[in-house]
């Protein structure tokens, strides 16, 4: 059975003052489908904001980060926990960050438990240790940590779900004859050092560590699908009927 790895972003998730449940539980319906068919790992951003909707403080600092999120995290575990607990699928929690990844023992204490947890029909739910990964917070909105998570737990592919539905020519914001790359097989180093506007207060990422994402895992011969998160049509096609409808597939060369 093959391993995906689906990654959300805050975007998707959150809305101005809360938690978007209703989406929550369409993502929760979907990874609930592909579980019939992939060992699943979602990786979720959203602590910060779930953590917010509890104490209405400012972003302004990274302790006040720190605090939303350690507030946040259980939290937004109970609303997962809950819409999967409707399809009969249990929840677990893993808190990482990238340094995890620089230790090998600590790297396979890791894998044991992510395996474990497929072996028994869990899915596992990481999310950056915000509390303390301070680069995190400043850095990434998990999308990085997320093609981390592919790389090391032996994945097959990363999904990431996102308020952009695919890779473009030009920024479509700008330009309305913009189309999406439904094909990437290699990013130049002026791609990848574009900066970009994350497009919601709620996240901390962009294009760029989405790229920075994909070009990891394409040098380590895996693949990155980039879609919608608001609108699981193109990802429910690509997953699970094998067929390309929109988005962007970023081809690591086999």
């Known amino acids: 059975m093959k391993r995906v790895v689906i990654k959300v972003g805050s975007h998707v998730i959150s809305d101005d003052h809360s938690v978007s449940e209703e989406r929550v539980a369409h993502l929760c319906e979907f990874l609930y489908d592909l579980s019939l068919k992939y060992e699943v790992i979602l990786v979720s951003s959203g602590a910060i904001s779930t953590g917010q909707t509890k104490l209405d403080i400012p972003r302004t600092t990274v302790v006040n980060k720190q605090i939303l999120s350690a507030i946040g995290q259980p939290y937004l575990m109970e609303i997962y926990s809950r819409a999967l607990a409707k399809f009969g699928k249990k929840a677990a929690q893993l808190l990482l960050s990238a340094g995890d990844f620089d230790s090998r023992k600590k790297t396979n204490h890791?894998?044991?438990?992510?395996?474990?947890?497929?072996?028994?029909?869990?899915?596992?739910i990481i999310n950056e240790n915000d509390a303390i990964a301070i680069s995190e917070i400043v850095y990434g909105d998990n999308?990085?940590?997320?093609?981390?998570?592919?790389?090391?737990?032996?994945?097959?592919?990363?999904?990431?779900?996102?308020?952009?539905?695919?890779?473009?020519?030009s920024d479509p914001r700008e330009n309305k004859n913009a189309k999406i790359r439904h094909l990437v097989t290699s990013l130049s180093d002026e791609e990848l050092n574009k900066t970009s506007d994350t497009g919601s207060k709620h996240g901390t990422g962009g294009i760029t560590t989405k790229l920075l994402a994909a070009k990891f895992l394409m040098?380590?011969?895996?693949?990155?699908?980039?879609?919608?998160?608001?609108?699981?049509?193109?990802?429910?096609?690509?997953l699970l009927d094998n067929n390309q409808i929109g988005g962007t597939i970023f081809k690591g060369e086999q």
């Not at 890791?110 to 596992?124: E, F, S």
């Not at 040098?219 to 690509?238: H, I, P, Q, V």
């Open 219 to 238: 040098d380590n011969k895996k693949d990155m699908f980039l879609a919608s998160g608001f609108d699981l049509s193109d990802a429910r096609a690509f």
């Open 143 to 169: 999308d990085r940590l997320s093609s981390a998570v592919s790389f090391y737990f032996d994945a097959d592919l990363l999904v990431i779900l996102s308020d952009i539905d695919g890779y473009y020519d």
């Open 110 to 124: 890791a894998l044991n438990v992510i395996n474990g947890l497929l072996k028994n029909g869990i899915i596992p």
